[in-house]
């Protein structure tokens, strides 16, 4: 019955924002528009839905107008059902080029694919990728600019690029004197906090930070931890602004309306992928190349589990470890939403499992390229593992820098 009348609600405030956004599209006199559709907002908060900042038009629209506009989106950059771009761009907002993240703009690229620069079909603009060499939007890419807009959907875990890639934009704005406006979105795994403080010498792209591999922050939030910790180049700060969200708090569970990356298909996915992601530095399949991403794992010589599945090649998943090879593994599809929320810790048995499992067969386990390692932010967790340390003895060893994490953390954030 819940689902049911979350449902309603949705469908409501789906309503609510495609009538709003219809009608600043169709009203000659914009700023009315604009006023109209911030008493629009209020009628969609009273039925206290979460409402991400990008929805939040008149909070953000009069630090835009006039400006010429840089945008970092993706495929979930969106009010109601239409893309940001092409919300903001139809309001005459002056966009002049995009910057593509990982998964690019549309956000079909596979983890880790190159990339490409382009055109975007439907509105003409740049699109510039920023995965691959180039991370940072360059000064002539910014020539002429004024304001960036980020809009992100993050998942809240520290091996989540767009973490990365935010930390590149908030540079280039520092050092080239340009305004960033963040717009927040609800982070599915804000309502805790865990895992190993990423250690300097492990830096990467898959973890820049020196922050648990889940921060339980909003994006919004972690800007402003960037900004206020001086971790950009040279202790700079870039000029930050943060949209927020409406009637959200670290508690509140939030069903992304669309998928963040191609291998998170829906919220099971997106819970189970920060315990989960560890196996990409090992031997262990965790979907890829199937229809359940990061819902399952196994290898073709995993013992004591009754599940099978075949990796096979596909849109967002080229080439996926072990393809075509039947794999024997663990099916997680069964474990309800609820429990998974409610476990509120990275769940280690898992990896614990499947080391066991293989290194009983005198099978490679860790991949010899050490992203573990990075994945991690330590060498101490393959260590831990190898030496047959228990679940709590691991989280022991993690507990001081979480509590000095938290210190630092609550100096910046925005939500209950």
């Known amino acids: 019955m819940n689902k049911f009348l979350r449902t309603l609600d949705s469908i409501s405030k789906s309503v609510l924002i495609l009538f709003g956004v219809v009608l600043l599209f169709s009203c ?4 009315n528009a604009i006023e109209k559709v911030g008493v629009l907002s209020s009628a969609i908060e009273a039925n206290l839905e979460v409402i991400p900042a990008a929805e939040n038009i008149a909070e953000y629209y009069d630090l835009l107008k006039g400006k010429s506009v840089a945008m970092v989106v993706n495929q979930t950059s969106i009010i109601g059902n239409i893309h940001l771009v092409d919300s903001l761009v ?6 002049k080029i995009i910057f593509a993240p990982e998964h690019g703009f549309r956000g079909q690229a596979d983890a880790g694919e190159k990339i490409k620069d382009g055109v975007d079909i439907k509105t003409g603009l740049s699109v510039i990728s920023l995965y691959g060499k180039k991370k940072k939007p360059s000064k002539e890419d910014l020539e002429g600019i004024e304001v960036i807009v980020f809009d992100i959907q993050d998942v809240g875990a520290r091996f989540y690029t767009y973490i990365s890639s935010l930390h590149y934009v908030m540079e280039a704005c520092a050092e080239n004197n340009i305004e960033l406006i963040v717009l927040d979105r609800p982070n599915p795994n804000a309502h805790y906090v865990d895992g190993p403080v990423l250690e300097k010498e492990f830096t990467s792209f898959v973890g820049m930070h020196p922050v648990p ?5 909003t994006i919004g939030e972690y800007a402003q931890m960037i900004n206020g910790e001086g971790w950009l180049s040279g202790h700079a700060k870039a ?3 943060v949209i927020h969200n409406r009637n959200y708090t670290h508690d509140t569970f939030y069903e992304l309306p669309i998928k963040p990356s191609p291998n998170l298909p829906n919220i099971r996915s997106i819970l189970l992928y920060p315990s989960l992601c560890f196996f990409e530095g090992t031997n262990m399949s965790v979907g890829r190349g199937t229809n359940s991403q990061f819902q399952i794992f196994g290898h073709p010589d995993f013992i004591g589990g009754s599940f099978s599945f075949t990796p096979e090649s596909m849109s967002g998943a080229k080439y996926p470890k072990h393809e075509n090879s039947i794999c024997k593994g663990i ?14 810790k990275l769940d280690l048995s898992y990896l614990l499992d499947a080391y066991r499992n293989l290194s009983d067969q005198n099978l490679d386990f860790f991949l010899e390229n050490n992203f573990f390692e990075k994945l991690a932010g330590t060498a101490d967790l393959r260590e831990q593992i190898k030496a047959g340390k228990s679940e709590e003895e691991i989280w022991e060893s993690w507990r001081q820098g979480i509590l000095e994490f938290m210190k630092v953390r609550s100096k910046y954030l925005i939500y209950e």
Do not use: P
Request: net charge negative; hydrophobic share 30%.
């Open 28 to 31: 000659d006199d914009k700023n």
């Open 90 to 95: 139809d309001l005459k907002i002056d966009v």
């Open 213 to 217: 591999v889940v921060y339980g922050m």
């Open 239 to 241: 000029d930050l602004t």
């Open 331 to 344: 099916d997680l599809q069964k474990q309800t939403i609820g429990s998974l929320y409610d476990h509120e």
